[in-house]
């Protein structure tokens, strides 16, 4: 604890494990604590009942909602709730963990791993000790310690105490990197290096780009990062909240416990499809396509197509309404359509002041035929007549007719007329290559246009307002009088129950509101890899918040997408000028050197844009290669795959992954049919990794260069190659690990 003294003769027993438990026993034991407490509130809120008034009811739901969340964010944190430990030179002792707390008399006990104090356990070295004369790295399984692993900062200091006998363990972060993979990140906010802590601590105005290569930890970086802004500009971010862009649903899981392990439960995580409330997406685009539609001049096509839903008849149109005939003219429609504009709303809210105006021209009209001393209440009656006019409302939708984004995009994509006329920037050939039938499904490379269509043509007219953010300053002042009447110990703040007590939305957490409103803004958006989104994609992102406050992590080498990006500065500059930043991590902490080594040479010699990149650890037998013309392909990986399984099954298990082309992936799936064997292509593997991954005809993959840098990446401790075409260039390999 805080305050502790280095020389306590019990941290040596056992090398420090039986000591270590204590203190981790009283952790829990404070976790309980809270934990009861919060439950017991919650019972006495819920035992009240639904009586009183609504104003009452309405507060009693509001402390019933925020207790659950505690309890919620206490059960987040069960797991490895303290990981390390500081001994200063001063003789003080931090604990480090994944919260902070203190006991009932207020006295601090574990320090969260954001805090200030806890920076050193990050950014201590042995050149810049900062204080830090030993790194303690606590392992633990649920509640029970079950190792505990020195870094020694100052020697000469640790010998002065007289602690140099009671150090353990093999360093926190080799054994990190040797432990076996389960499908799930591991959390390595035990292990944070400093270049990796710099980019996690870095101020949050403007855009940081975190460039890195394959095992840096960039993903694992920016979710700590995330975490860290949350907690420490919580008033501003606690409102608006962090979205997480990730690039596919199967990562989302992948990482999806991380920042509720660290604490955090006011992060959005999604897709760009997810951006986009109500959307289905069921097919991918073709690369051709794709890198059309990733331009940023097709934000200049979608404000003509919309455009061209406000049309402008070719002639005036006498109608009936009652027998009297008025005329719908063509100079009144090109007036009301102008007014309409220059109210600045979305296509379908400007469509109310346009359908006004006109009804009240015609109104007018039909006055003018009869006697000139109707009263306001008979023009009432007359403009309800024309409103209710058939042929009337269908002349009116012709020249402003409300849709949806999805039917506005299926008409451009399958009317040759309306893309020709929005998209004359295009070629003949462009346009051509974009027409498809309306029944077609909507693509991934759609999402962008899809999102910049809603914003041009805003909410059906039936469609709900859009979700309030945030409690007013009446609302909050009220909240600060409730809570006066409860005793809440700080546990809840005013901001927080009157965003409670709010109507409709304030039972809803910030996921679920922002999740069903395509237009909130988010105070800081995290994007991973960054690399693969396009210049309309980039538009939609930045849309979601207007202060262009981002994380943005990605590998220009590793790209897939046909419109991605291959130089930061030519996608950041255009869309954050002189406010963006570059930074890089250079350390890979998983990849082997070999597996590292094997992977820059293909990528070199395929021009990829390669960052500089050494490996953390060495691995024998780390890159095996096969050729397999007699045995065949697909056998041979099957046969390879099985067995590091089975090797696997007597130790502590492991993924083993099979990473292949089209070609020969739906047969390796029926081959290895009842196994834990992983089959994806090279774009699935991304962002995730294997303890083995083989890969099949890499020469197949390497079509798309930038695919098979990703799969040759994926291993932590071996790369399987399998081969009947031979091998692409820059892959040269010693001629003993070759097998046939």
Not at 210 to 231: C, D, E, I
Not at 331 to 350: F, L, S, T, V, Y
Not at 489 to 507: F, Q, W, Y
Request: hydrophobic content about 40%; glycine content about 6%; overall charge negative.
């Amino acid at each position: 604890m805080k305050g502790e003294r280095m020389h306590d003769d019990s941290t040596r027993t056992s090398h420090g494990l039986d000591a270590e438990q204590r203190v981790i026993d009283v952790l829990y034991g404070r976790l309980d604590e809270l934990r009861d407490e919060t439950d017991r509130r919650l019972t006495e809120i819920r035992r009240a009942g639904p009586s009183g008034s609504p104003q009452n009811r309405s507060e009693r739901d509001a402390f019933a909602t925020l207790y659950e969340d505690r309890i919620m964010q206490l059960d987040a944190v069960e797991d490895r709730l303290c990981f390390g430990r500081l001994d200063m030179a001063d003789g003080e002792r931090l604990y480090v963990g994944r919260i902070g707390l203190s006991d009932a008399e207020h006295a601090p006990l574990l320090t969260d791993w954001r805090a200030p104090a806890a920076r050193a356990f990050y950014s201590a070295t042995a050149a810049q000790p900062a204080g830090v004369v030993n790194r303690r790295h606590l392992t633990t399984r649920m509640r029970q310690v079950t190792a505990v692993e020195d870094d020694v900062l100052d020697v000469e200091a640790l010998r002065e105490a007289g602690l140099e006998d009671s150090l353990a363990g093999e360093g926190a972060l080799l054994a990190a990197l040797d432990a076996r993979r389960t499908g799930r990140m591991g959390d390595i906010v035990a292990t944070i290096q400093a270049e990796q802590d710099a980019v996690i601590r870095a101020p949050m105005e403007g855009a940081l780009v975190v460039q890195g290569g394959p095992g840096t930890g960039k993903t694992a970086v920016a979710l700590h990062r995330a975490a860290y802004l949350l907690y420490h500009h919580r008033e501003l971010l606690e409102r608006r909240g962090v979205l997480l862009i990730g690039p596919s649903s199967q990562f989302l899981r992948y990482i999806d416990h991380v920042l509720p392990s660290l604490g955090e439960t006011g992060a959005v995580s999604t897709t760009l499809a997810g951006l986009v409330p109500g959307v289905r997406i069921s097919a991918t685009e073709s690369a051709e396509v794709a890198r059309i539609k990733g331009r940023t001049q097709m934000a200049r096509v979608i404000m003509n197509a919309v455009r061209e839903r406000q049309r402008l008849p070719r002639r005036d149109q006498e109608i009936s309404i009652d027998g009297r005939t008025v005329v719908i003219r063509r100079a009144d429609i090109k007036d009301a359509q102008a007014r309409a504009r220059r109210e600045g709303k979305p296509h379908n809210q400007a469509r109310a002041t346009f359908a006004k105006e006109m009804i009240a021209k015609l109104t007018t009209q039909l006055m003018e035929q009869l006697d000139t001393h109707l009263d306001a209440e008979d023009r009432l009656d007359l403009e309800r007549d024309v409103r209710d006019s058939k042929t009337v409302r269908i002349a009116l939708n012709l020249c402003w007719l409300p849709i949806t984004p999805s039917q506005f995009l299926r008409d451009l994509w399958s009317k040759p007329h309306l893309l020709d006329h929005a998209a004359r920037s295009l070629s003949a050939a462009e346009r051509d290559l974009l027409l498809r039938p309306a029944t077609a499904p909507l693509t991934d490379a759609d999402i962008p246009l899809l999102d910049e269509a809603a914003e041009l043509l805003g909410d059906m007219p039936s469609d709900a307002p859009r979700a309030a953010q945030g409690a007013s300053e009446e609302e909050i002042a009220y909240a600060q009088e409730v809570l006066s009447t409860f005793d809440t110990d700080g546990m809840v703040s005013a901001e927080d129950l009157a965003e409670r007590m709010r109507g409709g939305t304030g039972r809803m957490s910030l996921a679920e509101r922002a999740a069903s409103d395509r237009t909130w803004t988010y105070g800081h958006v995290v994007v991973d890899e960054a690399q693969e989104l396009s210049a309309m994609a980039w538009r939609m992102l930045v849309r979601r918040c207007p202060t262009r406050s981002f994380t943005i992590v990605g590998d220009v080498a590793q790209v897939s997408a046909a419109a991605g990006t291959q130089w930061w500065p030519e996608t950041m500059d255009p869309l954050f000028g002189p406010s963006w930043q570059l930074r890089e991590l250079t350390v890979s902490y998983r990849i082997p050197a070999a597996v590292a080594q094997t992977a820059q040479a293909f990528a070199r010699a395929a021009g990829l844009p390669v960052s500089e990149l050494s490996a953390a650890r060495d691995v024998d037998d780390a890159v095996v290669v096969t050729h397999a013309p007699e045995e065949g392909l697909v056998p041979a990986a099957a046969r390879i795959a099985r067995g590091h399984v089975d090797s696997m099954a007597d130790a502590d298990g492991g993924l083993v992954a099979i990473i292949a082309p089209d070609t020969v992936r739906a047969s390796i799936i029926e081959a290895v049919a009842g196994t834990d064997i992983t089959v994806c292509s090279p774009w699935e593997s991304k962002g995730l990794e294997f303890d083995v991954a083989v890969v099949v005809e890499p020469a197949h993959i390497a079509t798309r260069p930038g695919d098979l840098y990703v799969a040759l990446t994926r291993p932590t401790q071996r790369l399987e190659l399998v081969y009947d075409t031979p091998l692409p260039r820059g892959i040269t390999v010693d001629a003993e690990s070759v097998h046939s």
